[in-house]
């Protein structure tokens, strides 16, 4: 399976990304989908998750209200659309594949990663 994600730039701090996520697996419309990322000297943490139908979302607290995870299955994308970037936001982003078409939080629940793409944001 081959996820790969792009969107990932430098930025100023306010400004806007939008990571796209595309996957060559013909089940990604029963999976559900999910974003993480990981920044300089700490763990890989959960962003957003979306479910199979595009129905269900779940976020981080950190990124309520600013990120919108959605999906467009005919095109086997999932999209992280980031609106008033901060600085704490800079990360390599992830997206990842899941096991099952519900959302989740966990990593462990996600079968299939992409490689990062980095996002900066500069204050």
């Known amino acids: 399976v081959q996820l790969q994600a792009s969107g990932g730039g430098l930025v100023q701090a306010g400004d806007s990304l939008r990571l796209s996520c595309t996957s060559s697996r013909r089940t990604f419309t029963n999976n559900g989908m999910g974003w993480f990322r990981r920044a300089p000297g700490r763990e890989r943490e959960f962003v957003a998750s979306i479910d199979w139908k595009g129905m269900s979302t779940v976020y981080t607290d950190s990124v309520k209200g600013r990120f919108t995870i959605s999906r467009d299955n005919a095109k086997n994308t999932v999209y992280l659309q980031m609106n008033g970037l901060k600085p704490e936001d800079t990360a390599e982003y992830y997206c990842?594949?899941?096991?099952?078409?519900?959302?989740?939080?966990?990593?462990?629940?996600?079968?299939?990663w992409g490689r990062g793409t980095q996002v900066t944001v500069s204050s």
């Open positions: 990842a594949q899941g096991r099952y078409s519900t959302t989740s939080r966990r990593s462990d629940t996600y079968a299939y």
